[in-house]
């Protein structure tokens, strides 16, 4: 008996550290779950076919199975959406999120690398999968970036992530393209102080350093091509991929001037292009539009590049260059505001644009500009599902996000700030101890 | 005669002065509206009359006495000018970084009026903006309260000469980065701040006494008594003991604003507010009770390490705690959307259309003291009003017309494109400017103490 309580008690001792571990695990933790889903009445907003009344939307093996009514629920854990909105999930079109955590602490600034010519540097690399922002972002409804490495005349590869996922591999969402910064004549900011007379000659030396880098480029295409044996030069492999257009060229114009410098550029180059930025696209829409070169534009919640300009200038840009027959996707250009895409949208929209373009530049035209339209952008059978269902319109600050699925997983609804929020909105202790 | 030529000739200098900064002030009838009051509900179809600049009367089926003008404003909404607790608009320089303490120094000397960013200010609504001092120092340079009479250049006619006196102060980063890293003296730590504070105001307390034992004594008869040495930044920092200025405190982190609550709590100070106050979700129930409330921005975090544990919900948590909330810019872009900014605190914590727009109206205006002038639509409070399509909550929202004091400084369908008051005869070509993130000034006119290109990214905010 004796001996069966030293058992006893020597087990017990054994299991209380687990116990106790069991004990400190308090609080739950939600992962992104992943299954066949039935969105059950909803109206869906599909954006290429038209708003739906009393639609459902089944979700299965990542994808949208079944958009109609009368779906069957077997095996699906169905959703209750009656009275609520379905939409596909918004593509920013430019962001640095997952590649700068904090923008002044430089040991988490990951966007810029050193060199005027690293077109190899590559932003999925870079991503943080756990970025605190990501999941900040998510809420909003946001399901899609384009991440962007910034810095020199070519400073590196764009990917195109989906807000999921642990590794880049499982991110990645199947567009790259090379940036070019294109050399600017503007100030980019108010901390340049350069005269005038030194940014035209820095203009006008980095144009024809893209010039040489270009020729190169296609040489080392055509040699590569023929079964060249070449040096080692990653810089100069990556960038030939956009000479013969296996790689789109991601081009960041803004001013007037830069923008038909970029036109002039290009007329005798076989590229894949697409504009970003595109601040005074307003001014020289038609010459855009006739080129045939989609725009990602924004921050659309920007000032005037010029003090003479009317005051809503950067508000109605991506409706003026819509009108005028440009292909135009909306950015935020940020990190960890990319949450703030759909209000950029909603100015854009109450500036000249519209709501249903808008919404179109934060979905279909962003996943037709990057190749993927048989994939993202809509509410259709066959695309990834990358959904949003809410409570009103998404873009009004109201309205309640109240499910986001991306890649047919239904995503945790949480974050660090919203988990800040039930601790400290009724603080306990309060302002005494007892 | 020379004499008195010379002091009639300045005399006459003065009166001009004051003669310009009589301000324009106007009449309107602004009919129909549904009228968002911010204290006394929201009227529909309601009108409101302006007379010489004072809200006169608002109810129904008003009519125009002769020679006002009226506006019709039938489906659209009239709400109180916007107020931003926090901005660096029309101002000329921004840190005087050149010492912890720099109390001296005043906005109202720096007023540029010729900034067109106070158009696009009222362009989004917005009326009044408190110009501060940067965040360089501990406590940094008096603030000056503008009212956007967009047009006037003298700078005495857009400063609001009726609010009264602000200080900026700065707890953190900011200052121990100008003073401790940048230029090797105190304070280069959280407790150096502190000691710059405690050092200071018992500085002002003695300061205080001995002018307080010159002023006793000389008004013995016969007295030999001396005076003290003046001394502006103590004479400052002995008025703010008295009441007579109120502290913006620009903050971050929980500890350092408890910090400064438990500082002023030592000196009897109530006249406090707090500007950025990203944690101050944390220590809401202590600003609740011991301060004015805060100025904080909607969703701006992560520029700074000290704002990375920042939550949206913030204005939220602080409102539910009791605390008076404002939404500010710091930032002449988001100034021109502070409606807007107002209305994520719906997305983010689910406030009442009532309890947003407090935010950017009568909150900020108790915060600098003038709500007893501005703030809300009641009559007798000075008409600083705008008129918007679309519910200001709506991010589909645009406003319409701006008005100070009943005189119309916007109109979207009447403006002309280029609002500039005068074109610079040095720029043969208007320069472009290209978006950088966050566009705040806090810290302008300290670059110099910093020498790598890559530390320009620490001086935002």
Request: charged share 20%; hydrophobic share 40%; with cysteine.
């Amino acid at each position: 008996m004796k001996r069966l309580n030293t058992t006893f008690f020597a087990l017990l001792l054994a299991l209380l550290p687990m116990l106790a571990v069991a004990q400190q695990l308090d609080g739950e933790v939600v992962k992104p779950r992943a299954g066949k889903f039935l969105l059950q009445n909803a109206t869906v907003v599909t954006i290429t076919k038209g708003i739906l009344n009393n639609t459902s939307v089944l979700v299965e093996d990542g994808k949208i199975k079944e958009v109609g009514t009368g779906i069957s629920a077997d095996g699906a854990e169905v959703i209750d959406c009656s009275g609520k909105f379905i939409y596909p999930g918004m593509i920013d079109g430019g962001t640095k999120l997952g590649l700068v955590e904090i923008n002044s602490v430089q040991e988490t600034v990951d966007h810029m690398e050193l060199g005027n010519f690293t077109p190899n540097m590559q932003a999925l690399t870079a991503v943080n999968p756990n970025s605190v922002a990501i999941p900040v972002t998510r809420v909003s409804g946001v399901t899609t970036v384009l991440s962007v490495p910034g810095g020199g005349l070519f400073p590196g590869t764009a990917a195109l992530i989906n807000l999921n996922g642990y590794t880049p591999d499982q991110m990645y969402a199947g567009f790259e393209g090379i940036v070019m910064n294109f050399p600017s004549s503007g100030r980019r900011g108010r901390f340049d102080r350069r005269s005038d007379e030194d940014i035209k000659k820095a203009n006008e030396k980095s144009l024809k350093e893209a010039e040489a880098l270009w020729e190169n480029a296609k040489s080392y295409a055509s040699l590569s091509a023929n079964g060249a044996e070449l040096e080692y030069y990653p810089e100069m492999e990556q960038f030939a991929k956009a000479t013969t257009g296996e790689l789109p060229l991601l081009i960041e114009v803004n001013t007037v001037s830069d923008i038909q410098g970029a036109l002039k550029w290009l007329e005798d180059k076989d590229a894949k292009v697409i504009f970003t930025g595109v601040a005074e696209g307003w001014r020289v829409a038609d010459e855009i539009a006739k080129a045939g070169i989609p725009v990602v534009t924004g921050p659309i919640q920007s000032l005037p590049t010029r003090e003479s300009d009317r005051y809503d200038a950067p508000y109605a840009n991506a409706g003026k260059m819509a009108k005028a027959g440009v292909k135009v996707a909306i950015r935020t250009n940020g990190q960890e505001n990319v949450r703030n895409l759909p209000f950029f949208a909603a100015f854009a929209a109450a500036y000249g644009m519209g709501k249903e373009e808008a919404w179109k530049a934060v979905t279909i035209n962003p996943a037709e500009i990057f190749g993927l339209a048989d994939q993202y952008g809509s509410v259709e059978v066959g695309k990834v599902a990358n959904l949003i269902v809410a409570d009103g319109d998404p873009f009004e600050t109201k309205t309640n996000i109240q499910h986001v699925f991306i890649d047919g997983y239904r995503m945790p609804l949480s974050n660090r700030q919203i988990r800040l929020y039930q601790e400290f909105l009724d603080r306990s202790p309060g302002l005494n101890m007892n | 005669m020379k004499k008195t030529t010379y002091f009639l000739a300045a005399l006459l200098g003065l009166s001009i002065q004051f003669a310009s900064a009589q301000v324009k002030k106007g009449s309107v009838l602004i009919k129909n509206a549904t009228v968002l009051t911010i204290t006394e509900g929201v009227l529909e179809n309601s009108d409101v009359l302006v007379q010489d600049g004072t809200i006169k009367k608002v109810g129904q089926n008003l009519s125009a006495p002769n020679g006002v003008t009226t506006v019709d404003a039938t489906g659209k909404y009239l709400m109180p000018g916007i107020i931003d607790a926090h901005s660096h608009l029309g101002l000329d320089v921004i840190n005087e970084a050149t010492s912890p303490i720099v109390a001296e120094v005043r906005m109202k000397d720096v007023v540029n009026p010729y900034d067109v960013g106070i158009y696009r200010a009222l362009a989004g609504g917005v009326t009044i903006s408190h110009a501060m001092h940067g965040s360089a120092n501990v406590i940094g340079g008096q603030n000056a309260t503008l009212k956007h009479r967009w047009g006037s250049t003298d700078p005495a006619d857009i400063i609001m000469q009726d609010a009264p006196r602000t200080i900026k102060f700065a707890l953190g980063e900011n200052p121990t980065r100008v003073h401790g890293r940048g230029n090797g003296i105190q304070p280069r730590t959280r407790m150096g701040v502190e000691a710059i504070l405690r050092n200071g105001f018992n500085e002002a307390v003695q300061y205080k006494k001995s002018w307080d034992e010159y002023n006793s004594a000389s008004s013995q008869k016969n007295s030999s008594a001396l005076p003290p040495v003046h001394n502006e930044r103590l004479q400052i920092l002995s008025d703010i003991l008295e009441g007579k200025i109120i502290i913006h405190c620009h903050s971050y982190r929980a500890d350092e604003i408890y910090m400064l609550i438990n500082v002023a709590r030592d000196f009897d100070i109530t006249k406090l507010v707090f500007q950025h106050t990203n944690e101050g979700f944390k220590v809401a129930p202590e600003i609740a009770k011991y301060t004015m409330g805060a100025s904080v921005f909607a969703d701006w975090w992560a520029y700074k390490f000290e704002v990375y544990y920042s939550t949206a919900y913030n204005a939220a948590i602080l409102t539910e705690n009791g605390a008076i909330t404002s939404i500010n810019s710091d930032d002449a872009e988001l100034i021109r959307h502070l409606y807007h900014e107002a209305a994520k605190t719906q997305r983010y914590g689910g406030m009442t259309d009532e309890q947003a727009l407090a935010m950017i109206t009568i909150n900020p205006a108790k915060q600098l003291g003038i709500s007893d002038k501005v703030g809300s639509i009641e009559e007798g409070k000075q008409a600083d009003l705008v008129i918007f399509e679309g519910h200001p909550l709506s991010s589909y929202a645009v406003p319409q017309m701006t008005f100070v004091d009943g005189v119309k400084y916007f109109d979207i369908k009447e403006d002309a494109d280029d609002q500039r008051l005068k074109v610079s005869p040095t720029e043969m070509v208007e320069p472009v400017t290209i978006a950088d993130d966050h566009n705040d000034r806090c810290m302008q006119d300290t670059e110099h103490l910093f020498e790598t290109t890559n530390s320009l990214f620490l001086l935002n905010q």
